[in-house]
């Protein structure tokens, strides 16, 4: 899990925070996506590998089961799923890795508990087999190149660089049912750790804090920025509206033990990608810079009922929201609104070499 300590905002500055880690996971990166490459057959890579920069379809993605682009799981041999998991797990820490997987599986759970209904224009409509893993352009080639691995409540970006991971957002990751029982005491929960961390926060407020904090008593339908490619100054209405100056209790107004908290929190979004490249955007909001980032409450506090959070900030937005499926039904992203899909690296790119 990425921890955002004050001397994450010294190295930052003195850029030189996971510049050499960064490279080394994009050579991982490297061979395992050429490896899955390798091991397909012609009309599996009309599907997996795109030309770069190809923009449009790189800048699209979805939380919903639909088709994500690229070449699915179901219609990969044992061994390229295999591969294709290896890649995945380039881009993912151990952490990261394992929620994913439960997520994924997660569909066979859904299709009992919504009694096996048909899959309309598909066989199976709750289908582990509809993750979809697309590259484009040329891993370990002279220009840029990303990879993009999605499917029903999981959308993961990574773009390379210069031979450097420079870009790791949007990250979603869902869950639905968002609790479902095990045996024994303890339920299977795999975002438990971002929903009750930031029920902890606002639990600790005062009266005052609170009514910073706390936007609305009914939380919206869904994370309010949605999958758009890019995050605007204006999304949504009423009080939940996401606006270009944050909404909420800013950070600075936290007491010691409840920035722990927030901090604790945003590691468990940053910790979903490797170490070594959590650590690079933790320095994007260590220091002082945390104390800019506003965290906003809407809905129910109490367990089990609808409810949303947002964390915003220079270089941050995250959200979370739990209302669908009397509250059993996960969303969660993290963004950079100016260095999705590494929309600022990439600009500078072009400049410095068009």
Not at 151 to 170: E, M, N, Q
Not at 203 to 232: C, K, T
Not at 242 to 255: C, F, H, I, S, Y
Request: proline content about 8%; charged content about 20%.
């Amino acid at each position: 899990m990425a921890t955002i300590v004050p001397g994450s905002a010294r190295l930052a500055r003195r850029g030189r925070i996971g510049d050499r880690e960064a490279v080394t996971t994009a050579q991982r990166m490297v061979d395992a996506a050429g490896a899955w490459l390798a091991d397909l057959d012609g009309q599996q890579r009309v599907l997996a590998a795109w030309p770069w920069p190809s923009d449009d379809e790189r800048h699209r993605w979805h939380y919903t089961p639909t088709d994500h682009g690229g070449l699915p799981l179901g219609l990969m041999r044992p061994r390229q799923q295999s591969k294709a998991l290896q890649l995945v797990a380039t881009g993912l820490s151990p952490a990261g890795y394992g929620t994913v997987c439960t997520i994924m599986a997660l569909e066979n759970v859904l299709d009992a508990v919504e009694g096996w209904p048909p899959g309309g224009d598909r066989e199976r409509r709750r289908d582990p087999g509809l993750y979809y893993l697309r590259v484009f352009g040329e891993p370990g080639g002279t220009g840029p190149w990303s990879w993009r691995f999605g499917g029903h409540h999981v959308s993961v970006h990574h773009l390379i660089v210069d031979g450097a991971v420079v870009a790791s957002t949007p990250c979603f990751l869902g869950a639905n049912p968002a609790s479902s029982p095990l045996l024994g005491p303890h339920p299977l929960r795999p975002l438990a750790g971002v929903e009750d961390l930031a029920r902890d926060l606002v639990r600790s407020f005062d009266e005052e804090q609170a009514a910073s904090a706390v936007l609305s008593g009914v939380a919206p339908a869904d994370i309010v920025s949605g999958n758009r490619p890019r995050v605007g100054s204006l999304i949504g209405t009423g009080g939940t509206a996401l606006t270009a100056a944050p909404k909420g209790l800013p950070a600075q107004e936290l007491t010691p033990a409840q920035q722990d908290v927030l901090r604790a929190l945003l590691g468990a979004y940053l910790g979903r990608i490797p170490q070594e490249l959590a650590e690079r955007e933790a320095a994007k909001v260590a220091g002082e810079r945390l104390g800019t980032v506003h965290f906003a409450w809407a809905g129910a506090i109490a367990p089990g009922q609808p409810h949303y959070y947002r964390l915003q900030g220079p270089r941050l937005l995250v959200e979370y929201d739990n209302t669908q499926n009397d509250a059993n039904h996960v969303h969660s992203v993290w963004r950079d609104p100016e260095g999705d899909f590494g929309f600022d690296v990439l600009a500078h790119h072009r400049a410095t070499h068009h």
